[in-house]
């Protein structure tokens, strides 16, 4: 019999990924809210969001608008919050440079109808509780999922990146939150360096997962600040570029 002592496993945060059946759904529009100048929240309704799910926070739908030649084109926007039984969704949209999705959504009007895909599938992050949250104004809905679902032992350090005072935003969460807001002008969303700054001051266990979404070339700068200059583990580091700069649809989901 082996007696030697067994050393206690390592944790790591699980990233469970769960396939859903690929659905379209006809949606209506039936609310739009300016909640901060330049972040459009959307209410969609249809029976057939009765079987809508959306476990992963960071999950995203496709919305299927025209293009600017009547084209249809698809763009990725995170299901903000749900709700199966009155048949609602939520969408939060940052309003920039108009690409089909932000003409549309800049456009809705109540009664007015969308076609919503997915999503496909769903990556549920668990074994965390202590997490930094870094986002620009895309990544706010995912930023505010993550916040309002954490657990009441959770401690959350989030940076939100947006241009002005007027577009932070409020999360209540059970957790211990501490959040911090970056500023910097729409002309200069591809430069990380605030950014990184910010995180030079903020402390960093091995266990914290650190969770990134941005312009591609900032999230990727992170990545390669916390990796290298930090030397954060990589199970406890997710990075994706939401968009990026001066090209339509091309999100990089994970940045290697
Ligand atoms: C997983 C995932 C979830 C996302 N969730 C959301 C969400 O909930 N809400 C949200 O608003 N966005 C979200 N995004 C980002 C969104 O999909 C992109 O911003 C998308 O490009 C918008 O489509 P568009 O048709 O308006 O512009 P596109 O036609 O794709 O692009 C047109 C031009 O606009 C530029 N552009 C695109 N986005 C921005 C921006 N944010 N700021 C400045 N210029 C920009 C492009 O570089 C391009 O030059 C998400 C992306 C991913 C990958």
Known sequence: MDTSATPSSPTYPVIDRVRHELKRRELTVEAIQYITPQMIRITLRGESLSDFV?????????????GANGEMEMRDYTPRSYDNESGRLVLDFAVHEAGPATKWALDAKPGSTV??????????I?????????????????IGRLIEQAGAGDVITAIGV??????????????????????????????PMPIIEKLDGIALTADTFVWVAAEASVARAI?????????????????????TRGLADSSIKTID
Do not use: C
Not at 225 to 241: E, I
């Open 54 to 66: 959306s476990l992963g926070a960071d999950d995203h739908v496709k919305l299927v608008v025209p």
């Open 115 to 124: 076609t919503v895909a997915g999503p496909r599938g769903s990556a549920v």
């Open 126 to 142: 668990t074994g965390v509780s202590k997490w930094v949250l870094v986002g620009d104004e895309t990544a706010l809905p995912a």
């Open 162 to 191: 947006v241009t002005d005072r007027n577009e932070e935003q409020q999360f209540a969460s059970p957790a211990r939150l501490e959040t911090h807001w970056v500023h910097r002008p729409a002309s200069a969303v591809s430069d």
């Open 223 to 243: 990545k390669t600040y916390l990796t290298t200059g930090r030397k954060h583990p990589l199970p406890w580091l997710k990075a994706a570029g939401y968009w």
